[in-house]
C-alpha cells in the first residue's frame, strides 16, 4: 500500500517560513509525479506546486518565487518550502502524489495517491 505522510505545519507571522515535507512508503513507480495541494474554507483548491520524477517544477502564480518544491529520491521526500508567508496562504497542505503508464504512446494516470493534510496558518 502506498501511503504518504506529511509533516511541517503550524501557525507562523507573516513574512515567516515553514518547509513542509511528504514522506512517501510502499511501491515507487518509475513513472511519477508528485504536488501540493492546498485547500481552504469557501475558496477553491488550487495546485501550490509539483514536481517531476527527473525534476521538472511548476507552480501556481500566488506563490511563484516564494515556494520551493524539491525532491529527495533516496529518501521518497518531497519538500515545500515556503517563504514570505501571507495570510492568503492560510490552508490544509496535501501532498499528492501521482503514477503514470503508458499506453498507446500516450500516458495515463495509474495511481492517485494523498496525504492526511497539514495545517498551516499564517497570521497577520
Known amino acids: 500500500q502506498v501511503m504518504l505522510v506529511e509533516s511541517g505545519g503550524g501557525l507562523v507571522e507573516a513574512g515567516e517560513s515553514l518547509r513542509l515535507s511528504c514522506t512517501i512508503s510502499?511501491?515507487?513507480?518509475?513513472?511519477?509525479?508528485v504536488g501540493w495541494v492546498r485547500q481552504a474554507p469557501g475558496k477553491e483548491r488550487e495546485v501550490v506546486a509539483g514536481?517531476?520524477?527527473?525534476?521538472?517544477?511548476n507552480y501556481a502564480d500566488s506563490v511563484e518565487g516564494r515556494f520551493t518544491i524539491s525532491r529527495d529520491n533516496a529518501k521518497n521526500t518531497v519538500y515545500l518550502t515556503m517563504n514570505n508567508l501571507k495570510p492568503e496562504d492560510t490552508a490544509v497542505y496535501y501532498c499528492?502524489?501521482?503514477?503514470?503508464?503508458?499506453?498507446?504512446?500516450?500516458?495515463?494516470?495509474?495511481?492517485?495517491?494523498w496525504g492526511q493534510g497539514t495545517q498551516v496558518t499564517v497570521s497577520s
Open positions: 510502499g511501491s515507487i513507480a518509475t513513472l511519477n509525479a
Open positions: 514536481v517531476t520524477l527527473v525534476g521538472t517544477t
Open positions: 499528492n502524489y501521482k503514477t503514470y503508464g503508458v499506453r498507446d504512446r500516450s500516458y495515463y494516470t495509474s495511481g492517485d495517491y
